[in-house]
Each structure stands twice: as C-alpha cells, then as structure tokens.
C-alpha cells in the first residue's frame, strides 16, 4: 500500500536489540526486543509499507520509523460473547427475588 | 547494556530536576528521611486553591449513590444485625472518567503555571486519558508514554483503549513493547522536549486527590449524620489512598477506617514479556500495590507524595474473578456500568461490610468508565483467548495467569487480608537496605521517628525491627 506526503501513518521502531536490554529484565524478556509504535503524518514524498520514514507527530515532533499502516484504525472490542456472565445476570434474577427487602 | 542508555540514565537527575522543578533536597532530613509534610505544603497546594483549580477544568463533586440492592443483597448472607450499607463515589463522573482527572488537573495546571509548553507522563491507565484531557482544557501539548504490547504485537485490550481516548484529547501517544527501559525512553522524550514531567507522584499530583476524601466525607455526614465507618481505596502506586486519607482527615473524619484493596496477581512477574497479556487488571493489583506499599520512592520522582503505609489501617486483596462479578452485579442490580478496575475496591467492600453492624458505612471511593477493551466481557474474552480458563465456581481456587474463577454466588467473595506488619518491617529494611553497618547504627532520632510515621507505628517499634534485622 502506498503512502503520500500527509497521510496519517503508523511506525514501527525497535529501539534495544535483544543484547542492549536492561540488566533487571527478566529472561524472556531480555531475549526480545524493546520496541515503539507511534502515529503521525507522513513527510516523506510518498512511501510503501515497510519503508522507512519520517512523520510529524499530532503535537509536532519528527519521528522516524517503518511504515506499518496508513490511515491506522482502532481494531479493539468488547471481545466474544462470554455465556458465564449471562448465566450471573440470571442466578442474580432468581436471587434478588428470594431476597428480602 | 547500550552505551546511551547508560549515558542517559547518568543525566537522569538533571533531567528529573528541569522536567519537574522541584528541588527534592531541601526536605532532606537525617540519613533517610525527610519532611515530608513540609514538602506538601511548600511544594503543592492548599485545599481551597486545589477545588478552585479542578473546578475551572469541571474535575470533582462526583456524585455519591447508596448502593441499597447491593446491600439488600449482601445482607442475605448476614448474621442478625451485620451487614454495613454501602455507598460508591461515581468518579466516573469526571471529564477522562476516572478520579486520575484530580491528580492531573492539578499537575497540568501547574505545568502552565511553571511555563512549561507541554506535559508528558508514563502511565497505561486512566492517568493518561487525564492528562490528556486536561492539557487540553489548558491548551497545552501532550505526550503520553504506555507499556501496550507483547512481543508478539498483541496489546492489552485496555491499555489500546486507554491509547484511543488519549487520542481522542489531542495527545500523542508512544507505545512500547514490555520492559523497565520504558523509563529510559520517558527520560529521553523529557529530554528532546523539555516538557513538564506530570508525575502521578508529585505533591500536587497527590494533593489533587485530598478533594476526593474531602468531598466523600461531607457527603456521607449530608446522608448519613455521621462521617463514613470506612473507606475502601483500591491500591496500586499509593497516591488514591493518600490523597483520599489525607482529605479525610483534614475534613475531620479521624475514626473512619482506611482499607486499601489490590487485585491478587501473585506470581506474575510485572516485566515479563510473555506474562504481560496473563494479567487481566493493568493496574489496582498486588505487583504495583505491595512493591509500592514497600517501598514509595521507588517511584519516577526522587520522593513520592504518595505513601500509603502511613495511612492505612488494613490492606487486603480480592480475586479476577470477584471483581468481574461486581462489575456485573453493578452493572445489573444497581444500572451503573463502570469499568472493571473501579470495582476492586467495590469487591473488597462487599466483604468486608459483611461482618460490619447494620448501622455502619462503607464507602467504595471511585469509579471508572468503561468502553471497548476496558470491559469484563473485553477481558474475560481476551484472557480466554490467551489460554487463561474462565469458569463459575469458588474464586479461591483462582490462580492468576491460569484460571478467573466467577464466584459461584456472592458468598463466595472474600478478602484476603495482608500482615500489614510484615509491609511494615518490609518498608522499614528497603529504607536502610542502602545503609553501610555503620550508618545503620547512627541512625538520628529524625531518621527513627521518620520510620515510625513512615509505618504509622512508634520509635519503640521501629527500634525493635531494627534490633532485629
């Protein structure tokens, strides 16, 4: 996909390798690396996914980076439906009816 | 270890100095200790000036609900004459939807005081969403710096929700992959900007809190008579409780009973990579709440205003799973729908009002709001995906990062209680951990004395662990 001066992107940045970690990071930890995500408009002249490029920041600053994704949308949700809170919001139904008052 | 981090983290105090304008040295006291309620008042503000600050940015005078089905059914599990009523704070109510509005409206202002062009602050949790909305209110810059992602690229429901509201106020947002080196990167963007460190641990930031205890108890004598039996604070860095004990007190509310509250997350390791998306509370559990307990400055300011043993009269934890369920029971009997992380403290009341008198109160002190990711089917949903076993049953048996166990029916919800005398032996060996023998044993009496408002103890206690260590 193709990205053109202004667009609004999202980078990618590894900023530790594995080896540069932390002495006090715990071992699975260490064995990866320290990576950074950040959005912004492109100020590159146009670029492809996994270019390297440079944005300006919603509050101005420049920042380097991969590009991962123009336009980046929010994918978050209120996940799968989950059966165990419909069987709580019927045990409390019954019970709130033998409760007095 | 990379060569800049290192040159970095020498600059470190010289960058916290400039980023933060507080000369921390001048309330140095003794060997260890120092003034700290001299530090409040000289560095933060009174509480007139702090109500007028967060009611020119629409922070505070959250309302106040009795939960009465809540209690009504909680006392079907009583013995005669047991069972407290239980009231909740709607902090929900403020702007970013979450008490953290108090410490940040705060801090922000003071930034734009101080001439600061922009604020910056580390956080995952609500506190971000509250900088970002005050700064802007005061027209200020805003970078908010989160831990979000695993090194699988998988973030946190909540923290990426918590990244889409900061958004939504205007801030940047800059993501990290698991790792302490988060602090290298604060220190670096500090650095490059010349921003105000809005620190959750300030004087101010803390004091911004004092109008929530405040409030709560000029609300409960309103309703009540009578100031609250207890107040139950969900705990993590320390700053809701001592602000909320701290406006207490200064509303006079001497005998209420201050009870911190902590999701159990025992035996996950809060800087492992592949137990990050294991854990399904990103704040409010026992890996912020004891370590912070412990041991305050370990904090991103060289002395925190946030000290929680000093205030505290019992500290006790509540399962994933018992708190899920109130977030449901809220939700259901009471028609309010909040965030899962505001119900920590809500779990811990409804067990402990159990076995307080009929004519008692308890006062679960904040809410949050809640959205995508930051919701217990979010949650429960993510944690299924991630291997974890959901289930209805006895929460007791939970084991974090393996099973959430939904209690089987609300008898089932206890708190667990934490020896506040071993934090409080704890506390007092991190301060002199440092310490050569010697030094140890010239401690001045400033020092002693210090310890023992430290653990809310006296010199003969704090003699006695030292004698023993």
Not at chain 2, 15 to 43: C, H, L, N, P, W
Not at chain 2, 127 to 135: E, L, P, T
């Amino acid at each position: 996909m193709k990205a053109c001066k202004g667009d609004w992107v999202r980078i990618h940045r590894i900023l530790m390798e594995p080896g540069q970690r932390a002495a006090q990071v715990p071992e699975d930890t260490a064995r990866v690396p320290l990576e950074m995500w950040d959005k912004g408009f492109l100020l590159n002249e146009e670029a492809e996914i996994g270019h390297e490029v440079l944005i300006k920041t919603i509050i101005g600053r420049e920042v380097k980076g991969t590009l991962i994704e123009v336009n980046p949308a929010y994918a978050h949700s209120f996940g799968n439906c989950i059966p165990e809170i419909l069987q709580i919001d019927r045990d409390l139904k019954t019970l709130m009816q033998e409760v007095g008052k | 270890m990379n060569t800049d981090y290192s040159d970095l983290m020498s600059r470190k105090n010289e960058i916290m100095k400039r980023a933060i304008a507080i000369d921390y040295s001048k309330f140095d006291r003794g060997t260890i200790a120092f003034d700290y309620e001299q530090m409040m008042r000289e560095v933060g503000y009174d509480l007139e000036e702090i109500r007028t600050i967060q009611s020119e940015s629409g922070v505070g005078n959250t309302p106040i609900y009795e939960l009465r089905n809540i209690t009504r059914l909680l006392r079907h599990y009583c013995k005669p004459g047991k069972g407290a009523r239980i009231f909740l704070k709607d902090e929900a109510a403020n702007p970013s939807g979450s008490f953290k509005a108090r410490r940040a409206a705060t801090a922000v202002y003071h930034a734009k005081k101080l001439g600061y062009k922009g604020v910056i602050a580390a956080t995952s949790g609500n506190y971000g969403a509250a900088v970002a909305s005050q700064a802007a209110i005061r027209g200020l810059n805003c970078i908010i710096l989160q831990e979000c992602y695993d090194s699988k690229g998988k973030g946190q429901p909540e923290i990426v929700e918590k990244a889409r509201k900061c958004e939504a106020y205007g801030a940047e947002v800059v993501q990290l992959s698991v790792g302490p080196e988060l602090f290298y990167v604060f220190l670096t963007l500090l650095e490059e900007t010349g921003y105000f460190n809005a620190s959750l641990y300030t004087p101010f930031g803390i004091a911004g809190v004092e109008t929530l205890g405040y409030e709560l108890n000029s609300q409960m004598v309103e309703r009540t008579g009578k100031a609250p039996d207890a107040v139950v604070v969900t705990n993590a860095g320390g700053g809701n409780l001592t602000g909320t004990a701290r406006g207490l007190q200064k509303a006079g509310a001497l005998d209420t009973k201050i009870i911190g509250a902590s999701v159990n997350l025992k035996g996950l390791h809060m800087a492992s990579d592949q137990q990050f998306n294991m854990k399904s509370f990103t704040t409010g559990h026992t890996g912020f709440g004891i370590p912070f307990v412990t041991l305050p400055d370990r904090s991103d300011v060289p002395r925190s205003a946030a000290r929680s043993l000093r205030y505290m009269d019992r500290y006790v934890t509540v399962n994933q799973g018992e708190v899920f369920y109130m977030t449901e029971v809220l939700a259901q009997l009471e028609g309010l729908e909040r965030g899962p992380a505001g119900s920590i403290s809500l779990a811990a009341a409804f067990a402990i009002a159990r076995d307080m008198n009929r004519d008692e109160t308890i006062v679960v002190q904040e809410t949050e709001y809640t959205g995508a990711g930051k919701h217990l089917q979010a949650q429960l949903s993510f944690a299924r995906e991630n291997g974890i076993e959901v289930s209805i049953g006895n929460p007791a048996d939970e084991v974090p990062g393996k099973s959430i166990i939904l209690p089987q029916t609300p008898d089932f919800i206890s708190a667990k209680e934490l020896d506040l005398e071993k934090l409080r032996k704890s506390l007092i060996q991190n301060c002199v951990k440092p310490l050569e023998v010697q030094q140890r044993e010239e401690l001045a009496e400033v020092d002693i004395e210090y310890l023992a408002v430290e653990t809310k103890t006296d010199t003969d206690y704090v003699h006695r662990v030292l004698n023993a260590l």
